[in-house]
């Protein structure tokens, strides 16, 4: 299945329409997509108008999902260093179910098609189903853990938490993104000797002492609806994966995919 034909398919399944976007009225509905999704304070936008239109016009990736006329998801991603190989991914939102799926799908059409061989991107590492998207889903691989990448950030999503998050490398040839992109979730195998090094005991970490070679990292099932219920028990979940998690691979460890809640870790 060509990347292009793979994209078209989730966009199908979606019942969106994929399109690159370079009106000024385009990015103001992406601007008020994003307020929608995220309730940021107004000097913290996820990307301005402006930028939007400054990044299309020197020929990065700015694209929306559409269900008829109405605007449902839309990604902002930027060409990065190594130059000529890679794309930065910087926000992607959509209210549809199957929209942001299609949309990563176009943007690996649309990256592979001008020679490039990897997207990036940042994400949460406490939210669950974000981390089963990018690593099953899409086939993405977390590659550095970073701590407190982007400082204080208001908006209603992570107010109250420090913005630890985890650097996403999409190498889209790997086996892990051709298994994805043909509609099959990737699922690494997990041997029988794997330990949880991190689990959850009436909603609160644990962590365990884990020597053995794989290492399965539990994740809560909804961190944003403790982030509201229990502040203390969400400030204890990041302490806890910024330890295990972020403790491994800083060692050298190597996160090979999500399964059974978790992301699963191998070291060297």
């Given amino acids: 299945m060509t990347p292009e034909t793979a994209a078209a398919a989730a966009a199908r399944k979606a019942g969106v329409e994929l399109r690159e976007l370079q009106e000024i009225s385009d990015f103001e509905r992406v601007f008020r997509l994003y307020d929608d999704i995220w309730h940021p304070d107004p000097l913290n936008a996820p990307v301005s108008v402006e930028m939007m239109r400054a990044l299309s016009h020197a020929g990065n990736y700015v694209a929306g999902a559409f269900d008829g006329d109405d605007l449902v998801g839309a990604s902002v991603a930027f060409l990065s260093a190594p130059i000529g190989e890679s794309l930065h991914s910087h926000v992607t939102g959509a209210v549809k179910k199957g929209a942001g799926h299609a949309l990563k799908l176009h943007q690996r059409a649309w990256a592979l098609a001008r020679g490039l061989t990897t997207v990036t991107w940042t994400f949460d590492p406490l939210v669950r189903r974000n981390a089963y998207f990018n690593l099953a889903k899409l086939g993405a691989r977390p590659e550095e853990y970073l701590r407190e990448f982007y400082g204080q950030m208001a908006d209603e999503v992570n107010a109250g938490d420090e ?22 979730p990737y699922q690494p195998e997990v041997p029988e000797s794997a330990c949880r090094g991190l689990i959850a005991v009436e909603g609160r970490p644990v ?62």
């Fill in 207 to 268: 962590a365990r002492v884990a020597a053995e070679r794989v290492v399965l990292v539990e994740l809560p099932e909804d961190i944003e609806a403790i982030r509201r219920a229990d502040p203390g028990a969400a400030k204890a979940w990041r302490l806890a994966v910024r330890d295990v998690l972020g403790g491994m691979m800083d060692e050298g460890a190597t996160v090979t995919g999500f399964a059974r809640g978790g992301y699963v870790v191998e070291r060297a």
């Fill in 163 to 184: 913005s630890d998050r985890v650097l996403a490398v999409w190498r889209l040839t790997s086996p892990q993104a051709l298994t994805a992109a043909s509609g099959r």
